[in-house]
């Protein structure tokens, strides 16, 4: 049985697949046999097992030998022909913390990655709170401007990817599905994680300090969001504005739900698209798109507390 | 004295009589401190049974930090032919491994058995 992921809820994800025995591994650095001498080849496929925080099998399905990329993003290695092709897996929901993958990182090399540093215990709690109560309000169909300002606009021009379409209920099972907010200013998850070039996200968002970038979002099944520490600037998480955070949440949840900096479908028509001028026409970027698509959240879209 | 018993297996003796074997390290991340390294050890004294000692070294970048026992069953994770290895660390930064046989265990940052 060889482990994998830790998991966010503390259990594991663990495999019964043999890898195959490569020549190197016959014998170790202290004269141990990794794997027997007469082992095989190629990896023998077995059984993927999720296992819960006390070690029971909670579910368990057959093992593709698939590859995790960094993206969440399944891969067949396929040994037979020249090319990988992806899998439709769902992505583990893995823990915090730099020993979350077995080996280190996602690819095996046996560097530690902390991918996801844990906020700190206020950002935490601000953050934990923000995503519920907002979860709780769309759940309860609560927010009927997020319908007629946010999600029908986006439905009616179609930019975005999910043919489902979007409304309060499915921006609440999303929000639903599992979050994962880490704190960006220690994070040595790539940067392309989050579509900011090379290095890590640590080194981007130094480099982006008192720039407007304070939180970013990766594209995916499940919130996956970095928030730079409570307090520290106007543009992340405030200690004392609840409904900011709400429209921070939706804000970034909109870009992990379906957009990619908000050009997914349409090039140049960003989340600022949604905010009218003036004259009430929408379409119109003015600049300081991410502030001004969080604060307008906070305040023409969300209810009143 | 140094002597080779058998494939892959090395044994020295430090005291006349005293053989330690040391068929196993590995190493894994302990969170942001530093490296945590399991070593499994077997210690025999003449003609006793080998007593496995399977040890945790938490080292950081100015030197080993501490060091605790690991409370596994002997006679289930014996060092050979059953050499155990944490793979993951979760968050509460008790580890997650598994042995040659592949048994799976988590076991606490103090070496207590968690499952």
Redesign the interface.
């Known amino acids: 049985m060889t482990p994998l992921y830790a998991t966010a809820d503390g259990g594991a994800i663990v495999t019964s697949t043999q890898p195959p025995c490569q020549p190197t591994w016959v014998v170790a650095p202290f004269g141990t046999p990794a794997c027997p001498l007469s082992s095989q080849s190629q990896a023998q496929l077995g059984t993927l097992y999720t296992v819960d925080q006390n070690g029971n099998v909670t579910s368990q399905t057959p093992d593709p030998g698939a590859i995790l990329s960094w993206s969440d993003q399944s891969y067949d290695p396929a040994p037979s022909v020249p090319t990988i092709s992806a899998l439709a897996l769902p992505a583990p929901d893995w823990g915090y913390g730099a020993g979350a993958f077995g080996f280190g990182s996602p690819d095996k090399v046996s560097v530690w990655v902390d991918r996801c540093p844990a906020l700190d215990i206020v950002t935490f709690n601000l953050a934990e709170k923000a995503v519920t109560d907002l979860s709780n309000l769309l759940a309860a169909r609560a927010c009927p401007l997020c319908d007629s300002k946010v999600f029908a606009p986006l439905n009616a021009q179609k930019i975005h990817p999910r043919p489902e379409g979007l409304d309060q209920t499915v921006f609440a099972s999303y929000l639903g599905a599992g979050h994962r907010f880490c704190d960006p200013t220690m994070s040595k998850e790539p940067a392309a994680t989050i579509g900011a070039g090379s290095g890590t996200i640590a080194d981007y968002f130094a480099s982006k300090a008192g720039a407007d970038e304070d939180a970013r979002t990766v594209l995916g099944t499940r919130m996956w969001s970095y928030f730079r520490p409570a307090g520290t600037t106007d543009t992340t998480i405030r200690l004392d504005a609840p409904r900011h955070n709400e429209a921070m949440i939706l804000h970034e949840g909109l870009h992990g739900w379906g957009f990619i900096d908000g050009r997914l479908l349409y090039p140049n028509i960003g989340l600022c698209w949604l905010i009218p001028d003036e004259n009430g026409a929408v379409g119109l970027c003015l600049g300081g798109e991410t502030v001004r698509i969080t604060n307008w959240i906070d305040q023409e879209v969300l209810p009143a507390p | 004295m140094r002597n ?1 018993s058998g ?4 044994n020295f003796s430090i005291e006349p009589g005293i053989y330690y074997n ?4 590995t190493a ?5 401190s530093g490296a945590a390294i399991l070593s499994q050890l077997d210690i025999s004294t003449g003609g006793q049974t080998p007593q496995p000692l399977n040890q945790i070294s938490y080292v950081s970048q100015d030197g080993l930090d501490s060091q605790v026992t690991l409370a596994i069953d002997p006679a289930v994770n014996n060092w ?1 032919p059953n ?1 155990v290895s944490l ?6 930064g008790s ?4 042995d040659k046989e ?5 076991i606490g940052a103090d070496g207590g058995v ?2």
Request: net charge negative; proline share 9%.
């Open positions: 080779f494939p892959g297996t090395c040391v068929p196993w390290l894994i991340t302990n969170g942001d050979w050499p793979s993951l660390q979760r968050e509460d580890y997650i491994g598994a592949g048994n799976l265990f988590a968690v499952w």
